[in-house]
């Protein structure tokens, strides 16, 4: 309880109670947008159309939309009391709301026939520039302003600490866990468990290729100091001395990914337990992501997605992920085989490219059409 209390420390701010509205009637109309873009045409939603799902389906989708613009609707009320302090993403985000609301809660307005939307009288941004004004020359626009930046500097704090309390909570105790816990365990139990002390095939396999190179280091050395080879009853001595090191070495490793495996398995426990207490400082921490990402430049925006799909899912990614999966290999104790790191080479980039591309076409497309406008134009035309 005392470290639920920690974490929440700032939660309890009425500027972050404005944050979390925020993110919780985004995400609402996000869906209440994709419903309609892929059931009903990019239209709005109507109940009484049969969309040719089973009835359940469509009575869950139609329970999912009413619910998420009962979200928006609630969170309206709250937003819309303190517009004043919203800035920049935060007033978009805040714009798309209205508009996804505004379509279902006209007054004296029956269900929308299937035809495209109704023109707005006035272009959007003129009116935002309108608004913007009239907000500007509001007396309370001082005290508004300085609100705003008062919750937006909670919302970094609080996000900047959950952030880091993502990162090295896990960390530590990983760490902690190893040194402290794991390790004088398995260290205690691996002689007499048979579970833990189990020999690896792979690590048997090392250990020979090492014996077989010292058998042939031992001969040339032999011949480059002008010496008679070794006999063999002390060439087996030699090799069997030089066995004995390479067993307690394999044995060595064995414990060891033992030891990281739990220690892994401890510090994820740990990353879930963070998430669970901290589960509104995530959701601020959320909008302080998308204020971060969507306040660049169209160019900002393009050049991050080009770099970013070039590193994990290029021509030139392979090596990457080789070398990450290596490296995963031995950390676990597992060997490094050559067809599964080659399967996963050739399947999961391609997963992450597909579903990349969805996100491009589904969510940033509607986000900053522009952006995908300057994504195509920096790629090629592609």
Known sequence: MGLQNWIGTFGKSPGLQISQDLERAYEAALLIQSIELEHYNDRPVRPEVNLGLPRSAQAQLLRRF??????????????EANRAQLAGQELRQLQLVESVVSRYDRPGRKPLPAISRTPEVLPR???????????????EAEADALAGFRRRRDSTLVSLRILLLLILVPLLVQQISRTYVMGPLVDHYAPVSAFISYPKPHLEEKAVEKLRVFK??????ALLE???????????????????????????????????????IAAFAAFV????????????????????????????????????????????????????LDGVANHLGLPAR??????????????LATIFKYWIFRYLNRVSPSSVATLRNMNGGG
């Open 216 to 221: 042939a280091e031992v001969e040339f050395a």
């Open 66 to 79: 009413q619910a998420a613009l009962e979200v928006c609707r609630q969170c309206l009320v709250t937003l």
């Open 273 to 324: 337990v963070v998430c669970i207490l901290g589960k509104r400082d995530i959701q601020v921490l959320r909008g302080f992501i998308d204020e971060l990402v969507y306040g660049l430049s169209d160019s900002a925006k393009a050049f991050a997605i080009i770099l970013f799909t070039d590193i994990f899912v290029g021509f030139h990614s392979p090596e990457g992920w080789t070398v990450l």
């Open 226 to 264: 002008g010496k008679p080879l070794p006999t063999p009853e002390e060439l087996q001595q030699q090799l069997a001395e030089r066995a004995r090191e390479l067993k307690q070495q394999a044995d060595g490793e064995s414990t060891e990914a033992i030891k990281n495996v739990l220690a892994d």
């Open 125 to 139: 941004s003129l009116i935002g520039v309108v608004d913007q004004v009239r907000r500007q020359l509001d007396p």
């Open 338 to 351: 050559e067809n599964f790191i080659m399967l996963f080479i050739a399947t999961f980039p391609v997963v």
